[in-house]
């Protein structure tokens, strides 16, 4: 009997849109997530990505999907830390999850913006060589979402609202413990457990010494839960590029075999100074990803799935992969759907 138990069945949309039609794509987006809601998946997430013909930023769309969804979590992967204020940041992301009802979660990366060059004045008030863009920008994030008051207990802001002691609003409670980094190193995911945050892994990472994926994503999860000290337990998010097939029709087929095929040969060796591995994408079958998910010996340390879509697909293709592995593999994996679950016992 397989030991994988999925709990926690999520998806990941790349917002995508025509350069001409902004509107219609954010809409789509939109109803993809009601489509998710509606076949019981547990989270939606949607990529950040900036000067693309994507979802540049998150809160906004978050805050849209918050008031056309009632259920399903909420979720931005990643937000380059690098980009923003971490001030400005909090009240947007804790105004978000008040909407929401307490459903956001939030994917954290840290670094240098990599269009900062190109975007120069348009983005930096300072020689971005004295900015601190290290993992300490995104701890400055945190201490802004955590409620604490600014200054003493004498300080005080007058403003014709009334006399009232300063920090951070909307104060979301609860949101500091849904906040996730998304690692890809042993460096930073060595900090993320360290630090307590929520850890996403996905189908990039880097070598270090191993050779297959597996080899190390699995010692990536071990280095995580060595360095976690919180009292809450940690949340692991996998995610996955699956494209199953059994409902598309024949020439939306052969389009995913094309798609699988063009990025196969970035997964047989390492790649750079970093020694980046890229876990290959799971097209075919529902009963042969099903298969390949558990033989997985990283989908066996986790207990979160993330079902990550491919870029620039029609919205139909879309609802056909969430439909077909929603009712054909995850059942395999052990997921249930909310209201069919037994309690688990602390």
């Given at each position: 009997?397989?030991?994988?138990?999925?709990?926690?069945?999520?998806?990941?949309?790349?917002?995508?849109?025509?350069?001409?039609?902004?509107?219609?794509?954010?809409?789509?987006?939109?109803?993809?997530?009601?489509?998710?809601?509606?076949?019981?998946?547990?989270?939606?997430?949607?990529?950040?990505?900036?000067?693309?013909?994507?979802?540049?930023?998150?809160?906004?769309?978050?805050?849209?999907?918050?008031?056309?969804?009632?259920?399903?979590?909420?979720?931005?992967?990643?937000?380059?830390?690098?980009?923003?204020?971490?001030?400005?940041?909090?009240?947007?992301?804790?105004?978000?999850?008040?909407?929401?009802?307490?459903?956001?979660?939030?994917?954290?990366?840290?670094?240098?913006?990599?269009?900062?060059?190109?975007?120069?004045?348009?983005?930096?008030?300072?020689?971005?060589?004295?900015?601190?863009?290290?993992?300490?920008?995104?701890?400055?994030?945190?201490?802004?979402?955590?409620?604490?008051?600014?200054?003493?207990?004498?300080?005080?802001?007058?403003?014709?609202?009334?006399?009232?002691?300063?920090?951070?609003?909307?104060?979301?409670?609860?949101?500091?413990?849904?906040?996730?980094?998304?690692?890809?190193?042993?460096?930073?995911?060595?900090?993320?457990?360290?630090?307590?945050?929520?850890?996403?892994?996905?189908?990039?990472?880097?070598?270090?010494?191993?050779?297959?994926y597996r080899e190390a994503q699995l010692g990536q999860l071990d280095?995580?839960?060595?360095?976690?000290?919180?009292?809450?337990?940690?949340?692991?998010?996998?995610?996955?590029?699956?494209?199953?097939?059994?409902?598309?029709?024949?020439?939306?087929?052969?389009?995913?075999?094309?798609?699988?095929?063009?990025?196969?040969?970035?997964?047989?060796?390492?790649?750079?100074?970093?020694?980046?591995?890229?876990?290959?994408?799971?097209?075919?079958?529902?009963?042969?990803?099903?298969?390949?998910l558990l033989a997985d010996p990283v989908v066996e340390q986790v207990?979160?799935?993330?079902?990550?879509?491919?870029?620039?697909?029609?919205?139909?293709?879309?609802?056909?992969?969430?439909?077909?592995?929603?009712?054909?593999?995850?059942?395999?994996?052990?997921?249930?759907?909310?209201?069919?679950?037994?309690?688990?016992?602390?």
């Amino acid at each position: 009997m397989s030991a994988i138990r999925i709990d926690h069945l999520a998806f990941l949309t790349p917002g995508n849109y025509a350069d001409n039609a902004p509107l219609a794509g954010f809409e789509r987006t939109l109803e993809l997530f009601g489509v998710g809601e509606a076949l019981g998946y547990d989270s939606a997430w949607v990529r950040q990505r900036h000067l693309e013909r994507a979802v540049s930023s998150s809160a906004t769309f978050l805050a849209a999907a918050s008031q056309r969804t009632t259920r399903i979590g909420l979720g931005a992967a990643v937000i380059q830390m690098g980009y923003e204020n971490p001030f400005r940041l909090a009240e947007d992301l804790a105004t978000v999850d008040v909407l929401s009802h307490g459903r956001l979660n939030i994917g954290l990366s840290a670094g240098a913006p990599a269009h900062g060059i190109l975007l120069g004045d348009r983005l930096f008030d300072a020689n971005p060589e004295l900015i601190d863009f290290s993992h300490a920008r995104v701890e400055r994030l945190r201490r802004n979402l955590a409620g604490e008051w600014l200054g003493d207990e004498d300080t005080f802001i007058e403003s014709a609202a009334g006399r009232v002691r300063p920090r951070v609003t909307p104060y979301a409670a609860g949101l500091t413990d849904r906040l996730w980094y998304g690692g890809g190193s042993r460096r930073s995911i060595e900090w993320a457990g360290r630090n307590g945050f929520n850890l996403l892994i996905g189908n990039i990472t880097s070598g270090e010494g191993a050779e297959d994926y597996r080899e190390a994503q699995l010692g990536q999860l071990d280095l995580f839960r060595s360095q976690w000290s919180e009292p809450r337990a940690p949340r692991i998010a996998l995610g996955r590029v699956i494209v199953p097939t059994d409902g598309a029709d024949a020439r939306t087929r052969q389009r995913y075999r094309e798609f699988a095929e063009a990025r196969h040969a970035r997964t047989l060796t390492p790649h750079g100074g970093r020694r980046t591995l890229f876990v290959p994408d799971l097209v075919g079958t529902c009963d042969e990803i099903a298969g390949r998910l558990l033989a997985d010996p990283v989908v066996e340390q986790v207990r979160e799935l993330r079902l990550e879509l491919p870029y620039d697909l029609p919205f139909e293709n879309y609802r056909q992969i969430l439909e077909d592995f929603v009712t054909r593999i995850a059942p395999e994996l052990g997921w249930r759907p909310e209201a069919a679950r037994e309690p688990v016992a602390a």
